[in-house]
Nanobody, 124 residues
């Protein structure tokens, strides 16, 4: 079992930065593939970024590549999402998710554990 708690969301102007945190409980955090997804009002949940258990081969969606960076610290059981050059269209609730996968999946239905979400609002 893994419990996930996001923090770090908020309101920022376009062009600004935010850093999201996802604190995980459980002794086997390092085994899990971890990912960030986002969901805007009236839209489906979308893939943002994923990172495998060892921290290697991070992958980001085309819409955030070059602006957002996913990282993890297995010694602190924490997942991060550094968000730079934010745009109004990045406004959404951001969720971290975990699954025991042997590959970096962008598909929400493959993840077993989810946080409660962190609101990110970018004003123009």
């Amino acid at each position: 079992q893994v419990q996930l708690v996001e923090s770090g969301g908020g309101l920022v102007q376009a062009g600004g930065s935010l850093r999201l945190f996802c604190a995980a409980s459980g002794r086997t955090f390092s085994r899990y593939t971890m990912a960030w997804f986002c969901q805007a009002p009236g839209k489906v949940r979308e893939f943002v970024a994923v990172i495998r258990w060892g921290g290697c081969v991070p992958s980001h969606s085309a819409s955030v590549k070059g602006r957002f960076t996913i990282a993890r610290d297995n010694t602190k059981n924490t997942l991060y999402l550094q968000m730079n050059s934010l745009k109004p269209e990045d406004t959404a609730v951001y969720y971290c998710a975990a699954a025991e996968l042997g590959y970096p999946s962008p598909r929400p239905f493959e993840y077993d554990y989810w946080g409660q979400g962190a609101q990110v609002t970018v004003s123009s």
